[in-house]
Each structure stands twice: as structure tokens, then as C-alpha cells.
């Protein structure tokens, strides 16, 4: 069964960093496209960064773009997002998404047909 599994979320200050994980089962990640997601309470769901699966090229939401840094381990199946400088309106569910390099046409478009993972909660709060 593939499968993602978000974690490292938690609470933290202003300022601080953090690292998210999204571990693969079932695949290599390697093959796939990476996306994360976040919705914060009342708010439609948005792409903060990607990665693509054939050259590594990424993107970054602009309110993120400086801050946030998406990168693989191969080694652990693994994809990280590296939150830096967080701020309160980060706050939200992060998500990650997997989707086939042969399906990807544009970086970050994602649907609810590819492999999405369960979230983890991320609250910056002085």
C-alpha cells in the first residue's frame, strides 16, 4: 500500500525553526513529485513548496520564499520541508503529496487521486 506519514510538527515561538518529515511506504520517493500543503483554521488549503522528481527543481509559495526549504533523503525515503523565521500566520496542518513523475505535467499540481498523507499540526504562538 503506498503511503506518506507526516511528522516533526508541534508547537513553537516566533522565530523559531522546524523540521517536517514525509516518509514514504510502499515506493520510492525518489520517482515522485513532492508537494506540501497547509490549511490554517477557516482558510481553503494552499501549496507552500514542491519539489520536482526529475531534476530536484522546487518551488516556494512567495510567503514563504526565503524562510522554507525542501529537500530529499533518498536514503530514508524521505522528504523534508525546513521551516525557518515561523510566524504566527504559518499556523496550520502541513501536508504532504506524492504523485508519479509519469502523471506530472506542471510542479504542484496535485489531486486527490495521488497519495496525500494524514497532516501534521504546526502552531506558532508567542
Known amino acids: 500500500q503506498l503511503q506518506v506519514v507526516e511528522s516533526g510538527g508541534g508547537l513553537v515561538q516566533p522565530g523559531d525553526s522546524l523540521r517536517l518529515s514525509c516518509a514514504a511506504s510502499?515506493?520510492?520517493?525518489?520517482?515522485?513529485?513532492v508537494g506540501w500543503f497547509r490549511q490554517a483554521p477557516g482558510k481553503e488549503r494552499e501549496v507552500v513548496s514542491c519539489i520536482s522528481s526529475s531534476d530536484d527543481s522546487t518551488y516556494h509559495a512567495d510567503s514563504v520564499k526565503g524562510r522554507f526549504g525542501i529537500l530529499r533523503d533518498n536514503a530514508r525515503n524521505t522528504v523534508y520541508l525546513r521551516m525557518n523565521t515561523l510566524k504566527p500566520e504559518d499556523t496550520g496542518v502541513y501536508s504532504c503529496?506524492?504523485?508519479?513523475?509519469?502523471?506530472?505535467?506542471?510542479?504542484?499540481?496535485?489531486?486527490?487521486?495521488?497519495?496525500w498523507g494524514q497532516g501534521t499540526q504546526v502552531t506558532v504562538s508567542a
Open positions: 510502499g515506493f520510492f520517493l525518489d520517482d515522485y513529485a
Open positions: 503529496v506524492a504523485r508519479h513523475k509519469r502523471l506530472v505535467r506542471r510542479l504542484c499540481v496535485f489531486d486527490r487521486y495521488d497519495t
